[in-house]
């Protein structure tokens, strides 16, 4: 996959960053009470562009179990999503 993301809990940093110039990009999504490939959405991020990385910092209470859903998009289209271990908020 062409891109990375990560999540902060000191600040609730949700980062993605797109590593290549290929016409795509990269959404990373943050949910919790995730259960086979689903779960409750809470906020996302979007990069584009060869080295490009974004940040969420919307606030997310203390001890939240989360799990980060990457994704490649082109024309409006998610495609090649994973899903993260579990953290924490």
């Not at 891109?3 to 990373?28: I, N, R």
């Not at 959405?41 to 080295?51: M, T």
């Not at 495609?79 to 953290?87: E, F, L, T």
């Amino acid at each position: 996959m062409a891109a990375g993301a990560a999540f902060t809990s000191y600040g609730d940093e949700l980062q993605v960053c797109d590593m290549y110039a290929d016409g795509q990009g990269a959404w990373a999504g943050l949910y919790k009470f995730v259960w086979n490939g689903q779960g409750t959405f809470i906020k996302s991020v979007y990069a584009g562009g060869k080295g490009n990385c974004r940040t969420n910092t919307a606030d997310v209470p203390e001890g939240t179990v989360v799990w980060i859903k990457l994704c490649m998009v082109k024309n409006d289209v998610h495609w090649r999503c994973v899903w993260s271990q579990s953290g924490s908020a």
